[in-house]
């Protein structure tokens, strides 16, 4: 672009292009190179098309609770089909891994463990959310739903390693496998507290715990039961994908990955076997005392019933009833009505009744 100035052609330097932003869903979105992150925050589009212009690059952009048009513009960046745009939208998805053309995604449950002072018929204890993985050529694309697992702790993790970075977009989905793994590992301890609190509430002397807490802990059992087991068949169906899977650098890794999550399937497994005998215990307590009550009531009642037989056949006034006409015909009836009482509680006290 040229002006005149004075007579003179002065040219004009172009005016720049301004800065794209990334949209608030954009958690955050890099290049790396050999394993190292460029420097900066740059634009999805541009740090993809970065990525495709060097050698050993790929791009890895994070998302948080995409909208619709987001997700849209990112399909359209990264050539992602509309199924797995709509699959990325929605959550909770069952742990899955699948080829959707020259994309996989991998699906994964999060969880977090929820603080609470005790244990109520509504507490949540177990935060559960997912993140979808899709893998591509020179991108990885990581889409949390949820409060549960954020991802910057991986980012940082991985950044501290760029041997294993420079094993491409995998290494992402490596890391993120072992941080869900480790975040199950951490849930389970909390869990197992909360399960030893219940146990101890349920076999002490004042057998204070509340059917519907138990109830309620089953209920958080069983959700991170649903996030953790599903995920052992996509985790070794990774394992037996040869061509674009995993390098072979890093199938070691997800082999470790694999034993750790089948520790965890193991306790969980174990949490839930272990919560259903301690419901068991705490429902055969309530027969029991149920039962306990029922015989003191019968008891009682058949105390009460020979104070009324008694009272009842002395009621009637008949013409020739002899008690009728004593003297101390009264006191007698009282005092047998007393004897037959006491007579009755001895009875019932020695067989475990009272």
Request: charged letters at 25%; hydrophobic letters at 45%; proline letters at 5%.
């Amino acid at each position: 672009m040229v002006t005149r100035l004075l007579g003179r052609t002065v040219p004009v330097p172009a005016a720049r292009e301004p800065r794209r932003a990334n949209p608030d869903a954009v958690v955050d979105c890099a290049v790396y190179v050999d394993g190292r992150r460029e420097p900066g925050r740059p634009h999805y589009a541009d740090a993809y098309a970065r990525s495709r212009r060097s050698r050993n690059a790929f791009v890895w952009l994070g998302l948080h609770d995409p909208g619709a048009a987001v997700m849209a513009a990112v399909g359209r960046t990264f050539g992602l089909d509309e199924l797995t745009v709509e699959h990325a939208l929605t959550d909770g998805h069952r742990p899955t891994v699948r080829r959707d053309g020259t994309v996989t995604l991998l699906v994964l449950r999060t969880a977090g463990y929820v603080e609470h002072a005790e244990l109520t018929d509504t507490s949540e204890v177990v935060d559960t959310g997912d993140v979808l993985v899709l893998l591509g050529d020179r991108f990885v694309i990581t889409v949390r739903h949820g409060a549960a697992g954020a991802l910057a702790a991986v980012r940082d993790e991985i950044q501290g390693h760029p041997a294993v970075l420079a094993e491409g977009p995998w290494a992402v989905a490596y890391a993120v496998c072992s941080r869900m793994v480790d975040l199950y590992l951490e849930v389970a301890g909390h869990v197992e507290r909360d399960l030893e609190r219940a146990e101890e509430s349920v076999f002490a002397r004042d057998r204070s715990a509340d059917i519907q807490h138990l109830y309620q802990l089953k209920r958080e059992v069983v959700e991170f039961k649903r996030a953790v087991l599903p995920l052992q068949a996509p985790l070794r169906a990774v394992l037996d994908v040869r061509e674009d899977g995993p390098p072979p650098g890093l199938r070691r890794r997800f082999g470790d990955v694999d034993a750790r999550l089948a520790r965890t399937v193991d306790r969980v497994a174990a949490y839930d076997d272990l919560l259903t005998s301690i419901l068991q215990s705490r429902l055969a307590q309530l027969a029991v005392d149920q039962n306990n009550d029922m015989r003191k009531i019968a008891a009682w009642a058949a105390i009460a019933a020979t104070q009324t037989g008694i009272a009842g056949v002395y009621g009637m006034n008949f013409a020739h009833m002899p008690e009728l006409g004593w003297r101390y015909g009264y006191w007698g009836a009282l005092g047998l009505m007393a004897l037959a009482a006491l007579t009755l509680h001895r009875l019932f006290r020695r067989s475990g009744w009272l």
